[in-house]
């Protein structure tokens, strides 16, 4: 399973147009093959940041999914957005039985 974590802060006077974004962004995903979850949250320690935990099948799952020209819309309207670089690491996992 690959393991996805990001996350993106938002300027106060952008929060409700990258939330939009994020959900819309979240909920394309979900129905892609290979995602096992996308979800995004918000920040208890900063509000203006969302973070999103992704859970792929396989890493061909997720690079198809990097390859979806909505994903790549999504991260250029995202950048227009934030007050900061956004955030991105990819693990490998196993789930412990």
């Known amino acids: 399973m690959i393991i996805v974590t990001g996350s993106v ?19 394309r995903s979900r129905a892609e093959p290979g995602c096992i979850s996308h ?10 940041r969302l973070v999103f935990f992704e859970r792929w099948e396989s890493r061909d799952a997720l690079a198809a999914h990097f390859d979806v020209p909505a994903s790549g819309a ?20 196993e789930p412990t039985r």
Do not use: C, K, W
Request: negative net charge; hydrophobic residues 40%.
């Open 9 to 27: 802060v938002a300027r106060p006077e952008t929060f409700d147009q990258l939330l939009a974004l994020a959900r819309e962004h979240v909920e």
């Open 74 to 93: 999504f991260v250029n309207a995202a950048r227009d957005l934030t007050s900061e670089s956004p955030t991105l690491e990819i693990y490998e996992s």
């Open 39 to 48: 979800d995004v949250y918000r920040g208890v320690d900063d509000p203006m």
